[in-house]
């Protein structure tokens, strides 16, 4: 099974001038947690309503004035939508991510796939099992 047939599709993403409560609003509106970040219709990294509170609002700063830039996650994780879904476990596995963006042969943005997509969608439970219990592993401290 690829990518494509699990993925799913629409991802709407923000720019890296966007302020936090800009970002904050969108994921509100779309009911999700992750946002990717993209300029010139290229992806330049991620955002996460973890990144909001953790990287911002937990250091005081201000969500109307702080770009999304500031607090993002530049080096992303992505797979693209020709790939066997096999591959992307594997990478979320390593990666220890619960979810991996998916670029099409142009490298532009076309989807995206979670572990819930894993689960749901590519109807492998060993699969989706594994991948879950390798990502929620504790990574070990960096101190």
Sequence with gaps: MRVKEIMTRGV????????LQEAARKM?????????VCENDRLTGIVTDRDITIRAVAE???????????IMTPDVYYCFED??????????????IRRILV??????LVGIV????????????ELSGDTL????????PTW
């Design 12 to 19: 709407q993403c923000v720019g890296p001038d966007t302020t």
């Design 28 to 36: 509100r509106d779309l009911d999700v947690g992750p946002l990717p």
């Design 60 to 70: 005081g700063l201000n969500p109307g004035s702080t770009r999304v830039r500031d």
């Design 83 to 96: 790939q066997h879904v096999l591959e992307a476990a594997r990478l979320m596995k390593e990666q220890q």
């Design 103 to 108: 670029l099409n042969n142009d490298e532009r």
């Design 114 to 125: 979670s572990l819930a997509d894993l689960a749901v969608d590519a109807g492998d439970d």
């Design 133 to 140: 219990e390798a990502v929620s592993e504790p990574a070990a």
